[in-house]
T-cell receptor, first 112, second 115 residues
Framework: EDQVTQSPEALRLQEGESSSLNCSYTVSGLRGLFWYRQDPGKGPEFLFTLYSAGEEKEKERLKATLTKKESFLHITAPKPEDSATYLC?????????????FGTGTLLAVQP | GAVVSQHPSRVICKSGTSVKIECRSLDFQATTMFWYRQFPKQSLMLMATSNEGSKATYEQGVEKDKFLINHASLTLSTLTVTSAHPEDSSFYICSGRDHSTDTQYFGPGTRLTVL
């Protein structure tokens, strides 16, 4: 069964304090791993798609990396506006090929 | 990124009435659309998947006669909550898959409150 586990559940950082969020996954053939950001009371906002181990993508202070078992979302010198819930999801080639399987998210709070 | 809109953003209705939520993909064609429900401080729960011109596929435990989904065009899907009750109060989010990039984009959500 496809599964996604995110850690930590919550993370509090000082402005400028870099850190990483983890997304561990098991999937029968990875079709894509997706990172989203969700602000309170809003729908998830797409950040990145990663397709194969070794792939990396960057956007402003965020960098996503992928191995065969996990993905990291690195946040460099975060600012308070980076505070949000970060969701990881996978889509596999197995039985439920149409669905995204989501983790429970990491709630990030960046204090000024 | 691609844009998905939802309307209304917020709705309050009386128990027993029906509510329709619209979801539109504005700059891409969404052959497949998804409807999610989200409770406070929880992750997204998939309710159903719809393909344009076909009947929706509902997840286990989701009543198809209560949550009617129509996906009549490549840019529009609707969710109708029939005979709404207070326990249907929730945050409903739609999503469309852009098959050219194999990426799902989400709408801003609709907050439903049933009195």
């Amino acid at each position: 069964e496809d599964q996604v586990t995110q850690s930590p559940e919550a993370l509090r950082l000082q402005e400028g304090e870099s850190s990483s969020l983890n997304c561990s996954y098991t999937v029968s053939g990875l079709r894509g791993l997706f990172w989203y950001r969700q602000d309170p009371g809003k729908g998830p906002e797409f950040l990145f798609t990663l397709y194969s181990a070794g792939e990396e993508k960057e956007k402003e202070r965020l960098k996503a990396t992928l191995t065969k078992k996990e993905s990291f979302l690195h946040i460099t010198a975060p600012k308070p506006e980076d505070s949000a819930t970060y969701l990881c999801a996978v889509r596999g080639y197995g039985g439920a090929t149409n669905k995204l399987i989501f983790g429970t998210g990491t709630l990030l709070a960046v204090q000024p | 990124g691609a844009v998905v809109s939802q309307h209304p953003s917020r709705v309050i209705c009386k128990s027993g009435t029906s509510v329709k939520i619209e979801c539109r993909s504005l700059d891409f064609q969404a052959t497949t659309m998804f409807w999610y429900r989200q409770f406070p401080k929880q992750s997204l729960m998939l309710m159903a998947t719809s393909n344009e011109g076909s009947k929706a596929t509902y997840e286990q435990g989701v009543e198809k006669d209560k949550f009617l989904i129509n996906h009549a065009s490549l840019t529009l899907s609707t969710l109708t909550v029939t005979s709404a009750h207070p326990e249907d109060s929730s945050f409903y989010i739609c999503s469309g898959r852009d098959h050219s990039t194999d990426t799902q984009y989400f709408g801003p959500g609709t907050r439903l409150t049933v009195l």
